[in-house]
């Protein structure tokens, strides 16, 4: 028969590792702190009376018992040393004596294999990570660990980078399947985490999504510089973080002349957020259309919040809440207007010199704003609330749709704008639709871009692959062809069709219907410039350009230029009302010799639709 010692230890080695196996680390290593606590007070108390019965010295028990109570975590008791005080006299002290034990060693033996699991665990990860394509993920948060469940789901292997974490939160990502390496050599892309990385030959995505931007920013540079070292390939790389687009691009994509990423996606959080919007909500849902395609209203709205957000979300609203037929009015809410809107004024002047655009500098929760609502029920279509704090997004949302439901207008659409993205409910008990720009749905150019990667190479004839024409592009091409994608689905709801329908070939349009929609391209296509930064060419540059053009010619050299567009100056003659075109594709045409024909480019983009589309499934 085994001594009961060894029948103890050996239960409270098999609890520790059932323990172990069955439970979350966390959950675990807090049972485990409990029985360790638990165990060292019961152990003192049964140690000290016992001691202190058996030699009649306190002094003795004084030192005797802490010994002795240290000795229970290995495995060891001293029975024989207290038997027959009072704590061990009777069968039911013998027991919980016992019991005392098996919970001090029960501990020890789980706080060893929380310790030696994660280890073993950590190294199979880093291991592992050696196979497949690699997604890196800058920084450790809510964001970056939403983003590594998507990769991980679809196959890639993921690996945190960051200064410091939690080993709670190390356990976790460990259990879930993904790896973590922390240190200084690991943000700053040493030798050590690259050789571990094992870049060469892989798919390499990075999301650099840390709070600090400037962290972001010196981790891909640092990143950049140490895949150059090891020869990894430029097209093999990847990378996507939050910034400014025209300023981040440059300093980190390939070039001919320099080593960079193969591609670099850089986002705006108010900019993904108003394209959140636009997916769960577009202002063509909330119009009505007659048979030849023209709206039967305004698309009248009210912005609340002009910070990154709010002002985001206006210049999303004036690029696709663009009808032929129609006008656009909005009306802007915030304590702060001028003193948040600055660049946006004077970047963007003639934004708010074609379209009626109103500012109250006031709270989005204020008696004017209420009244404003109650004149304007019958024309409003949408209310975005982007104050830039959630709670206050709340709360005013809350307030409007059931100001809304008590006068029978929740037609009105009420959509939450912020960095978390976009949540609207339809009505007041509806479900709640929403759209996280946190998601490789709106981080990743394949999935994010696809509609414009499609519609960029449509127009670009030369014989790369769809995504090599859209890496050549601009920063300037894409936002155009983003935008442009973005309004593909008004042409449906203008036209009566659904997307099946049109990708399989049914776009026989009226003259009428035809001409509509390429009117409502050419708005939404001025909307966009006029959002840029654009203007309209004034007759004088105009003339000044074909003096330019006519000299050149006369000089045998090729004009490498449009006369009718001056991309450094952001002045460009199309900027006109549709009506004007013919006007101005035959002055061009006086001066080039040439046929160009705008009203019928704009119709084009039109009759494009169904190859668009057709395009996109065959790219899905």
């Not at 190479?457 to 091409?477: G, L, M, R």
């Not at 952001?570 to 549709?578: F, G, K, S």
């Amino acid at each position: 028969m085994l001594p009961i010692p060894v029948v103890i230890l050996s239960v409270a080695l098999f609890l520790a590792l059932i323990a172990n196996l069955a439970l979350k680390p966390a959950f675990s290593t807090r049972l485990t702190a409990k029985c360790m606590i638990f165990a060292a007070l019961a152990g003192l108390v049964i140690y000290g009376v016992g001691f202190a019965e058996t030699t009649g010295s306190l002094a003795v028990s004084i030192l005797r018992t802490p010994l002795s109570v240290t000795r229970m975590f290995v495995g060891i008791n001293e029975l024989s040393a207290i038997e027959g005080s009072t704590p061990v006299r009777t069968p039911m002290g013998v027991t919980i004596f016992w019991l005392v034990h098996m919970l001090a060693f029960f501990s020890t033996a789980s706080a060893a294999l929380v310790t030696i699991g994660a280890e073993v665990l950590r190294r199979l990860r880093l291991l592992l990570l050696r196979r497949g394509d690699l997604v890196i993920l800058f920084g450790i948060n809510d964001n970056t660990i939403n983003v590594g469940k998507e990769c991980l789901a679809q196959g890639s292997s993921v690996v945190f980078i960051a200064e410091t974490a939690d080993g709670t939160v190390i356990d976790d990502l460990n259990g879930m399947g993904m790896s973590v390496i922390t240190g200084q050599d690991a943000v700053g892309s040493g030798k050590e985490t690259i050789r571990t990385l094992h870049p060469l030959n892989r798919k390499i995505t990075v999301f650099a999504l840390d709070p600090s931007v400037d962290k972001n920013l010196y981790y891909a540079l640092a990143l950049k510089d140490a895949l150059r070292n090891a020869g990894v390939a430029a097209e093999n790389t990847r990378i996507t973080l939050p910034g400014e687009e025209e300023i981040i691009t440059s300093m980190l994509q390939v070039t001919p002349e320099e080593y960079g990423y193969g591609y670099v996606h850089v986002f705006d959080e108010g900019d993904l957020a108003s394209r959140a919007m636009l997916r769960i909500c577009p202002p063509w849902d909330l119009m009505e259309f007659d048979d030849s395609g023209r709206a039967t209203e305004i698309f009248d709205c009210v912005v609340i919040g002009f910070g990154r957000f709010g002002q985001a979300a206006l210049k999303r609203l004036v690029m696709n809440g663009q009808f032929a037929g129609s006008s656009f009015r909005a009306a802007v809410f915030s304590p702060n207007v001028t003193k948040e809107a600055g660049y946006l004024l004077t970047d963007s002047p003639s934004l708010f010199e074609n379209y009626d655009i109103s500012f109250f500098e006031t709270d989005g929760r204020s008696r004017e704003m209420f009244q404003y609502l109650s004149a304007n029920l019958t024309t409003l279509k949408l209310i975005a609330v982007c104050t830039g704090d959630e709670d206050t997004d709340r709360e005013i949302s809350d307030s409007l749709m059931l100001f809304l439901k008590r006068r029978q207008a929740e037609r009105i659409a009420v959509v939450q704008s912020s960095r978390r993205g976009a949540r609207y409910q339809r009505t007041v008990g509806s479900p709640i639709q929403s759209q996280g720009i946190y998601t490789l749905a709106m981080l990743s150019a394949e999935e994010a871009d696809r509609d414009a990667i499609v519609l960029n190479a449509v127009y670009d004839h030369s014989e790369k692959t769809d995504w090599e024409k859209w890496v050549a592009c601009d920063t300037f091409s894409k936002m155009s062809s983003r935008a442009s994608a973005d309004y593909l689905p008004a042409f449906l709801k203008a036209s009566g069709r659904t997307r099946e329908q049109v990708a399989g070939g049914d776009w026989d349009l009226s003259p009428a219907m035809l001409n509509t929609l390429g009117e409502a391209e050419h708005k939404r296509w001025t909307a966009f410039h006029f959002a840029m930064g654009y203007s309209v060419m004034n007759s004088r540059e105009f003339d000044v350009n074909a003096e330019t053009y006519r000299r050149l010619l006369a000089e045998g050299k090729e004009a490498g230029y449009r006369i009718s567009k001056n991309q450094l100056g952001r002045t460009h003659a199309c900027l006109v009302p549709w009506e004007e075109l013919d006007e101005l594709s035959a002055r061009e045409n006086a001066v080039t010799g040439r046929n160009v024909d705008y009203r019928q480019m704009d119709i084009d983009n039109v009759l494009a639709l169904p190859r668009l589309l057709r395009g996109r499934e065959g790219n899905g």
